[in-house]
């Protein structure tokens, strides 16, 4: 029997597991390695609070790509949501714990599914520290010891911790006052009042960490520092559709006319009182195809130039924590510096942080307690310490894209390339690894969609591989 093995069971590995076993119409052997506690959830859909909310609104936070309002009708159907306005509820934002219970359900209906159809699955608590590619098969070390051998294996380890920004003196980074992983409730907890927290990084985690805090009764400042400390935005036009901008995309539009006819429509809409988000939004479906059409010095310069502009405006929070985020800052308590850190020093009072601040063009000296690193998943997989895929590509098993962005694969077989470009045939990787693929391929928007993808090509796979096999006897 066919051996699948998936490496992570996050939202990517969980639903990459439920497509093929739903559509396998023949026993086989699934394993998916990861810890238990994220299983099925991942980093994202296990937050520490329940205050952490979804970026995305119900509606369109569906797990399968051919059912858009299966997450809503599920949320619907739930006991506490039975009286509640189905249209408010489609576009409200709901907690991410609450979207880990809707993918342990889908997983338990799947388990079911896969008994029915006699297909083996396994769920190993444990994680995978080597990998090998031999003539037919991949081989995997667990931290446990264990060795396992599959015909195909998939890659789907998602969003690494942060890493740390370089410093004068690294020594810092061992600090216990510093927390890599802002993930973890021990990042916000047992902090005294009387000095500030220092949050590196100015998005959507910077926001859960601060809401985390505030959870954990924290009533001292809080400082954020960025390279361009821009104002993280709302999403002030739910529902707008602007279609006006995708009507004139043409293929192989160069990144400077691109950037030009976007001005000129954010130009129009605000002309009508209405912010830039429905034209940055209207691009979404088009994102990976412009990305694929540019040439490595038009990413050089997009990743250079404009990459954090892109960032605020296509990752925004609802509207009542943007006026958490504002009120914070208007009382003081929250102060939002763009600036770089230069050096990070401790003593056994304090943390001291030399920073140049962007603004004032000054060095500024800031005493904290503790640091937390909010910058978000780290792409470069030769700076994630203790990992396969940092051994993958010493060993020349697979590469990195020029921008280390994420793992060299084709986009649609989904298997990974060795150094000289050519295909694995028994290992795939998709998620955040496409990354320098694609750009976009982070969000459940197009995770669900290369989950199906990767199901149907591996049926496709497993089922030529049968008739040639049928052929040969
Ligand atoms: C804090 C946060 C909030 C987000 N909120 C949203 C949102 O509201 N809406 C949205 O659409 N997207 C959101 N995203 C984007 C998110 O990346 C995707 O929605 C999705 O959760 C990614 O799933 P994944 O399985 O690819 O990655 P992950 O969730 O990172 O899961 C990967 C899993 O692989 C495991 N793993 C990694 N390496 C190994 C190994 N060597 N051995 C074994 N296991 C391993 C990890 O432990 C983890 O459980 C959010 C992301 C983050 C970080």
Redesign the pocket.
């Known amino acids: 029997m066919n051996k699948i093995g998936i490496?992570?069971?996050?939202?990517?590995?969980?639903m990459t597991a439920v497509q093929l076993i739903t559509k396998s119409t023949a026993p086989f052997v699934i394993t998916i390695?990861?810890?238990r506690e994220?299983?099925n959830?991942?980093?994202?859909?296990?937050?520490y609070s329940d205050k952490?909310?979804?970026?995305?609104i119900t509606g369109k936070?569906s797990a399968y790509p051919d059912n858009p309002d299966h997450f809503l009708d599920w949320v619907m159907s739930r006991h506490e949501f039975q009286d509640r306005d189905k249209t408010l509820i489609a576009n409200s934002?709901l907690p991410?714990k609450l979207?880990g219970e809707y993918l342990t359900e889908i997983w338990a209906e799947t388990i079911k599914i896969a008994e029915s159809k006699g297909i083996d699955v396994n769920v190993i608590d444990?994680?995978?520290?080597d990998l090998d590619v031999n003539e037919n098969s991949v081989s995997l070390l667990?931290?446990n010891e264990n060795n396992l051998i599959f015909d195909e294996c998939i890659i789907?380890?998602?969003?690494?911790i942060p890493r740390n920004p370089a410093v004068i003196n690294n020594e810092f980074y061992k600090s216990k006052n510093y927390y890599q992983n802002p993930?973890l409730i021990d990042s916000v907890k047992n902090l005294k009042n009387d000095l500030p927290v220092l949050l590196i990084g100015n998005g959507?985690?910077m926001v859960?960490t601060v809401i985390g805090l505030l959870e954990q009764g924290f009533k001292g400042e809080i400082f954020s520092i960025s390279p361009n400390g821009f104002n993280i935005l709302p999403h002030r036009h739910n529902g707008l559709k602007y279609n006006k901008l995708t009507e004139e995309l043409t293929d192989n539009l160069s990144l400077f006319e691109l950037v030009r006819l976007v001005n000129r429509h954010i130009k129009t809409v605000r002309e009508y009182g209405v912010s830039a988000e429905p034209v940055i939004d209207s691009l979404r479906p088009h994102t990976q195809k412009i990305w694929k059409n540019f040439t490595d010095s038009e990413k050089e310069l997009f990743m250079s130039r404009l990459r954090h502009l892109w960032g605020v405006a296509r990752h925004r929070i609802p509207l009542h924590m943007h006026d958490k985020i504002q009120k914070l800052q208007i009382e003081g308590r929250l102060h939002i510096n763009s600036g770089k850190i230069i050096d990070i020093t401790e003593s056994d009072k304090f943390v001291s942080v030399e920073y140049f601040n962007h603004h004032d063009h000054k060095m500024h000296t800031l005493n904290v307690s503790r640091i937390i690193n909010c910058t978000?998943?780290e792409t470069d997989l030769m700076n994630v310490e203790k990992?396969?895929?940092k051994n993958c590509l010493i060993k020349g098993i697979l590469t990195q894209d020029k921008l280390k962005l994420g793992i060299t694969a084709d986009t649609e077989t989904f298997q990974v390339l060795d150094p000289q470009g050519r295909p694995h045939t028994g290992l795939f990787t998709?998620?955040?690894n496409l990354k320098g693929e694609l750009w976009e391929s982070?969000?459940?928007?197009e995770?669900r969609g290369q989950a199906e993808k990767l199901a149907d090509k591996l049926k496709v796979a497993k089922h030529s591989q049968e008739v040639k096999n049928a052929e040969t006897l």
């Open positions: 490496i992570g069971g996050g939202f990517t590995g969980t390695i990861n810890e994220t299983f959830k991942g980093v994202a859909y296990n937050p952490h909310i979804l970026n995305v936070m934002f991410r979207y444990s994680f995978v520290i667990l931290e789907a380890t998602g969003n690494q993930w959507l985690t859960d978000g998943p990992s396969f895929l998709l998620g955040s982070t969000a459940v928007n995770l």
